[in-house]
């Protein structure tokens, strides 16, 4: 079946250090995002690409950083500038079309502080 | 820019009863409008979608319909199960900036009691 993989379910970091999160898909899709979430505040966009080899910052990428060489992959590096990375972090893709198309999303990764 | 309001929750109702979730927007251009569901632990899934005003959006017992002239999306089901009790997202995909991501609004936790 297709679908997007994120990859682990749950994750630590303690402080100075660098984590990544894993983000897979077999859809064939173009686009990919990655989406923060936090208690009561809705999902907020951190860094999304629209095609390999390329990425753009979304509203919240200070202290995060991706990378898009395969289109089925897109890793998220939550870096140890950013402060309070305690969150779950959601990865989506969508085909072309643009507006049109709904972003299909994986079961998220949870990261908390060590 | 763009936004997406939604009512505030908890919303409990009891098993069998009506549902409204209210949702209202703001967008510069012409948006397709979206409702996702998030059971715990888990990522988003796409309940249903409208791309154009007049136009309804169903699935599993769920409805919304996109009104222009109110800039409105309400998801209504006419008998809600225990099963249904979720966070449910509205968001929207903005025609001029599709691309970078939805918008999504803070989500309603529905809680059905037996």
């Known amino acids: 079946d297709g679908g997007i993989t994120q990859s682990p379910k749950y994750l630590f970091r303690k402080e100075g250090q660098n984590v990544t999160l894993s983000c897979e898909q077999n859809l064939n899709h173009d686009a990919m995002y990655w989406y923060r979430q936090d208690p009561g505040q809705g999902l907020r966009l951190i860094y999304y690409?629209?095609?390999?080899?390329?990425?753009q910052k979304g509203d919240i990428a200070e202290g995060y950083s991706v990378s898009r060489e395969k289109k089925e992959s897109f890793p998220l590096t939550v870096t140890s500038a950013q402060k309070n990375p305690t969150a779950f972090y959601l990865c989506?893709?969508?085909?072309?079309?643009?507006?049109?198309?709904?972003?299909?999303f994986g079961d998220g990764t949870r990261l908390s502080i060590l | 820019g763009d936004s997406v309001t939604q009512m505030e929750g908890p919303v409990t109702l009891s098993e069998e009863a009506f549902l409204t979730i209210n949702c209202t927007y703001t967008?510069?251009?012409?948006?397709?409008l979206f409702w996702y569901v998030q059971y715990p632990g888990e990522g988003l899934q796409l309940l249903l979608k409208?791309?154009?005003?007049?136009d309804k959006g169903s699935n599993k017992g769920f409805e919304a319909t996109y009104r222009k002239e109110t800039t409105s999306f309400h998801l209504e089901k006419g008998s809600v199960q225990v099963s249904d009790s979720a966070v449910y997202f509205c968001a929207l995909g903005e025609s001029g900036g599709g691309a970078d991501g939805l918008t999504f609004g803070k989500g309603t936790h529905l809680i059905i009691q037996p």
């Open positions: 967008a510069t251009g012409y948006p397709s």
């Open positions: 409208a791309t154009k005003a007049d």
């Open positions: 690409s629209q095609i390999v080899n390329d990425f």
């Open positions: 989506a893709s969508s085909g072309t079309g643009g507006f049109n198309q709904p972003q299909h």
